[in-house]
């Protein structure tokens, strides 16, 4: 089962909006409504920002929102802060056999 | 409060057995709905997915890594214990144990720390 794909960086300045995709296949991101979102900072374990393509689990800022087209799956954060500068790595549910896989990873940069 | 913390050796050699221990507390392994991961993190690398235990005490694998991994739990410990065979440096990597809950579906909404793991002669 391959890595699931993401640009390898992203940047913007404060206040604008960024969006990082995440492209699978038929067999994970196509099949299932099952993608999550993590935000990890230097250091640190990573952080559940969206799951289930949309949902926002409690206390996650509303600047962040995930979708859906075909295989691929989007995270966007609007507003851009400084504190959102950080890797951000997707992840899909894949089936009984394969189970889970995550994306490579983008670094995302507030200029 | 949900919290969850890895532990095992921070340095094991090529062909040895790892074998890490996430206890956990604010939830039951028995819970309908709840599951515990191992999932690793090489140094400046993504994310992998490595393992999942459910309340049920099924159990599944990455596949690449399927014949060298087995995770188990035990429940009136709060812990989950992965066991990776014939380590090597590659395998070099942080650790980390987290939570899927049924609120979250497949997602892992609790994460512990993470232990780094050195594989090295």
């Known amino acids: 089962q391959s890595a699931l794909t993401q640009p390898a960086s992203v940047s913007g300045s404060p206040g604008q909006s960024i969006t990082i995709s995440c492209t699978g296949t038929?067999?994970?991101?196509?099949?299932?409504?099952?993608v999550s979102w993590y935000q990890q900072h230097p250091g640190k374990a990573p952080k559940l920002m969206i799951y289930?393509?949309?949902k926002r689990p409690s206390g996650v800022s509303n600047r962040f929102s995930g979708s859906k087209s075909g295989n691929t799956a989007s995270l966007t954060i609007s507003g851009l802060q400084a504190e959102d500068e950080a890797d951000y790595y997707c992840?899909?549910?894949?089936?009984?056999?394969?189970?889970?896989?995550f994306g490579t990873g983008t670094k995302v940069t507030v200029l | 409060q949900v919290t969850l913390r890895e532990s095992g050796p921070a340095l094991v050699k090529p062909t040895q057995t790892l074998t890490l221990t996430c206890t956990f507390s604010?939830?039951?392994?028995?819970?309908?709905?709840?599951?515990v991961s191992w999932i690793r993190q090489p140094p400046g690398k993504a994310l992998e997915w490595l393992a999942l235990?459910?309340?049920?005490?099924?159990?599944y694998y990455s596949t690449s890594l399927k014949t060298r991994l087995t995770i188990s739990k035990d429940t009136s410990k709060n812990q989950v214990v992965l066991t990776m065979t014939n380590m090597d440096p590659v395998d070099t990597a942080t650790y980390y144990c987290?939570?899927?809950?049924?609120?979250?579906?497949?997602?892992?909404?609790?994460w512990g720390q993470g232990t780094l793991v050195t594989v090295s002669s």
């Open positions: 987290a939570r899927t809950s049924p609120d979250t579906a497949m997602a892992f909404d609790y």
């Open positions: 604010g939830f039951s392994l028995s819970t309908s709905g709840m599951c």
């Open positions: 235990i459910d309340w049920d005490d099924d159990k």
């Open positions: 038929s067999s994970d991101v196509g099949s299932y409504n099952l």
């Open positions: 289930e393509v949309s």
């Open positions: 992840c899909s549910y894949a089936g009984s056999s394969t189970f889970e896989v």
